[in-house]
C-alpha cells in the first residue's frame, strides 16, 4: 500500500490537534483558521498520571495549554512539598516563565492523564513573524491571565495580611 504524501499526513495531524484545542475554553476567542494555525507551533505531550510535566528551577521557556486531564501544581517549602493549585484542562501556565524567561516557580505533576499542548518562545516570536495578527491576539490573552492572576494574588495578600 502507498503512503500518503507527508503534507497529507501532516494536514491530517494539525486538524486532529485543532479540533482538540477547538473545544478548549482557551481557544474560544480565537478563529478555527487561527485555531489551525496555532496548531502548526505547538509540541504536544501527553503524560501519565503521576508523570512530571515541568520542575521547579528548571529553565524552560515554554507555556502549556491543558487540553485533557489535570495538573497538580506543587512548591517546595520549609523542607515539605505543598499543593498550591490543580489545574484543569483548559487552563494554562508557565506564562511566566515563557514571557521572563526566569526559572520555573514551581512543579506540575499530571493528578490523571493528561495531554498539553506547549508552546516554545521561540515559536512564539515566529508566529508573531508569520502571523502578526495572531501573534499579538495570543500575547494579548497571555496578558489578561498573568493580570487576573495577580489581581487574584493581590486579593489573597490582602486578605491574609488582614487575619
Known amino acids: 500500500m502507498s503512503q500518503p504524501p507527508k503534507d497529507k499526513i501532516d494536514y491530517e495531524k494539525y486538524v486532529k490537534y485543532a479540533q482538540i ?8 476567542e480565537f478563529s478555527w ?3 489551525r494555525k496555532i496548531c502548526h507551533y505547538i509540541h504536544p505531550v ?3 498520571k503521576g508523570a512530571v510535566i515541568f520542575k521547579e528551577g528548571d529553565k524552560e521557556e515554554t507555556f502549556g495549554i491543558i487540553v485533557k486531564g489535570s495538573v497538580d501544581i506543587l512548591k517546595q517549602g520549609d523542607g515539605e512539598i505543598q499543593k498550591v493549585a490543580t489545574l484543569q484542562s483548559s487552563q494554562t501556565f508557565g506564562e511566566m516563565a515563557l514571557l521572563d524567561g526566569e526559572p520555573r ?6 493528578r490523571e492523564d493528561a495531554i498539553i499542548f506547549f ?9 508573531a ?12 490573552k497571555i496578558s489578561k491571565l498573568l493580570s487576573q492572576r495577580l489581581r487574584s ?3 489573597k ?5 488582614g487575619h
Open 21 to 28: 484545542l477547538e473545544k478548549t475554553k482557551w481557544a474560544e
Open 119 to 127: 508552546i516554545s518562545k521561540k515559536n512564539l516570536l515566529d508566529i
Open 33 to 35: 483558521d487561527h485555531i
Open 153 to 155: 494574588t493581590t486579593g
Open 157 to 161: 495578600l490582602v486578605d491574609y495580611m
Open 129 to 140: 513573524e508569520d502571523h502578526p495578527k495572531l501573534g499579538f491576539q495570543i500575547i494579548w
Open 105 to 110: 516557580s514551581a512543579t506540575g505533576v499530571a
Open 46 to 48: 501527553i503524560a501519565k
